[in-house]
């Protein structure tokens, strides 16, 4: 195969009418397939349904002279504080255990930053004339949706491939309306990069100019890895209090990914202090959360080492299905050199950067041709991707033999719309 | 016995040494004893721990179609929608079903509305002048804790033996400042009253200012009779919907005092434009809640014919220690005349009116002999009871022999506050 650069417009109007016609087959099998989003797949989750009976008796219940039936303990149960502080490597006096979305606390710290203010705001953020968070992008959709949500001037920090460009995140510091980064520092979503230690260290020591500055750390897939062995991860609570910084992290795990998606536990870790204040906040919401989802989870899970063996069985799952999607784009992609992606070892995401100004129409061909994709552009703040290049592949949720049907239709649709650019069909 | 009132200085001076005695004597026992908050016992938790083992295989977890252990369906299963509406009376499609606390829905209605505005809100509530909250009281205190940490004005409106005094809320509709009105229409919280019909039908055909104006019902205990019949109780809904207030009215219920306390789901009812327009915001921060709780709950729980079974369950529990508390007020506080009481046949509460000016030294003698009460002045916004006189025993957590000292203890302490007070020693 030649690389479409070095073709002839001849022949690039020969292989558009070749890639046309292998559209216009794969469009006609009316497919309805879906890689739009990280959930995980029927296999996996029954491979850890043994969830469901982990806590079957009266006497199961109990965490100690806890009863997790009964209202109380609203930081958590200290069996499930415990199970979080070995997960992170934090203090189990720095974790508070929530509901099953770690979502809905990252966004309860925002609205409540925004109604109230965080510990060290001036005033509460709705009061400010201005608020403006960092995200590096390509990024999970979702947090740039809280954002937008609470009127947050959302800035653009691009990703690279150690975390994200620090000399811009360092450059805002000295704006006091910065008031937040968002970010997933382990196998990022999309593009799965894992923050290099200089990168952590750097975010650790930043001096920001507003008192309140606060990192969303959102270690979503902090053990998720699906090839090779677990990867270490420091505990930034620990490099941001040796930085003078210790209550501007929150982060946040959950086991939607590690047992039932959305049926789970989450939590949040942050200084001593942070967790004291949210107790207070949290406390006018709630009376304590789901103790008893808490407890099956600590039986089941046991404890980090004992999770990572669980977290094996996704991956027996999660790697043939990121090796399809390798195969596809280094088989029929990589040879036209119009393309590039990523070959993350953890998380749930392949991102892929098609020929810039194409991303919008590659997912609009799979669209039409019955592959559901995460929307183009959804990964940069305001759905607006500069280069109209990045495409999200989640390639989790269809089983192995659908995929290839759905890599099949990305692969041509990648391929036609790059023709279509170069032939100034666009 | 004498009825205080008729004693002469003389008898009371005598009383007086006499109940000071008993008191000095009980709190010598040094008893440790809890009637602070509404938490049901371990006996009625054991009753219901069924619920454990109502979802156990791969297969269970279906619920038609819907895989309750992934992502999706954030309003909430089909099953649990249904489920809900059987409850309540009103529309599937008017169900939300979320996580384990309605409190928190409700506050996050509240949060919502201050920094997005509801359905009809001319703008966010944090953009409005003043924000004003009618409280009938004595209440729940966790409705009026809401309400004050969004630095909402809390309107005392008194209770009245069929509810709020309603020409006093009818007042309050020309105020476009009055946002809410939070109740717990039957059982209320802690009178123990049933709204009448009459009272019903005037909330519904409230004539608001406020185009935004809304009504917190919380129907906590809306099939928890410990005594007696399920008492049929109309569905709020329709009655709004009739009287052209079809968006005025938030509904919540929930599990926590039908299985597990904090470990159950909850659901808000609403009109459907409601419902639309809050799974568009909840949609913000949660993917979706934890349906795998909602199936089991749903399995167990079956419909509500067979809910009302099983609240019989907890009715065996409940009866004989409301039976207690009614017992020794009867016996040692009812002859003397200075104070009375609530004798409800359902909720989770006992409300008792100790003589006038007495309810924190009743509070407080309680707690120097180690019984621990609700705060007194907690059922009231600000923590202000006009009289000082209301407490609310919460009798259901401790074992009825625990009852029984508690109880004494209680009455001493009533007694003996009363005759400090007639002899000019408080």
Not at 161 to 184: A, F, I, L, N
Not at 206 to 226: G, Q, R, S, T, V
Not at 262 to 288: D, R
């Amino acid at each position: 195969m030649t690389p479409y650069s070095c073709m002839t417009t001849k022949e690039l109007e020969e292989q558009y009418e070749i890639v046309k016609a292998q559209y216009d087959r794969v469009k006609a099998q009316g497919l309805k397939l879906n890689m739009a989003r990280g959930k995980p797949a029927k296999a996996q989750l029954d491979l850890v349904s043994d969830l469901l009976t982990a806590l079957t008796t009266v006497e199961d219940c109990f965490d100690g002279d806890i009863d997790s039936r009964n209202y109380g303990e609203l930081a958590g149960l200290p069996s499930a504080r415990a199970y979080w502080a070995d997960v992170l490597g934090c203090k189990a006096e720095q974790i508070f255990v929530g509901g099953a979305a770690s979502l809905n606390m990252m966004c309860d710290i925002v609205s409540r930053a925004y109604t109230h203010g965080l510990l060290g705001s001036p005033r509460p953020w709705c009061k400010e004339e201005k608020v403006k968070f960092l995200c590096p992008a390509p990024g999970y959709d979702r947090h740039f949706q809280i954002g937008e949500f609470y009127g947050a001037e959302l800035i653009y920090i691009p990703m690279t491939p150690t975390g994200p460009d620090m000399d811009m995140v360092e450059s805002y510091m000295s704006d006091p309306q910065v008031k937040m980064m968002w970010v997933v520092p382990k196998y990022s979503n999309p593009d799965g990069i894992i923050f290099s230690d200089e990168t952590i260290r750097r975010i650790a020591a930043l001096k920001p100019a507003a008192p309140d500055f606060a990192i969303i750390w959102d270690n979503a897939y902090c053990i998720h890895e699906f090839k090779g062995e677990y990867v270490p991860f420091p505990d930034i609570l620990s490099l941001c209090a040796e930085e003078g910084n210790p209550n501007m992290v929150f982060e946040f795990a959950s086991t939607s990914k590690i047992t039932f998606a959305g049926g789970g536990t989450s939590c949040m870790a942050a200084s001593e202090a942070n967790i004291q204040y949210f107790t207070g906040v949290f406390g006018v919401q709630m009376i304590s959360y789901d103790k008893v989802n808490q407890l099956r989870h600590v039986k089941y899970l046991k404890d980090k080492a004992h999770t990572l063996e669980i977290m094996k069985r996704h991956a027996s799952v999660m790697a043939p299905k990121f090796e399809t999607v390798s195969r596809w784009l280094n088989t029929e992609i990589a040879p036209l050199g119009f393309a590039h992606w990523n070959d993350p070892s953890g998380g749930y995401f392949v991102s892929l950067y098609t020929m810039p100004g194409t991303a919008h129409r590659t997912w609009s061909l799979c669209n039409q041709a019955g592959v559901v994709m995460t929307n183009a552009g959804a990964t940069y703040p305001y759905r607006k991707d500069p280069n109209d290049s990045n495409l999200r592949i989640a390639p989790s949720l269809p089983p192995v033999e659908e995929l290839e049907k759905a890599m099949e239709v990305l692969t041509i649709s990648l391929k036609l719309s790059a023709l279509e650019k170069l032939l100034g069909k666009l």
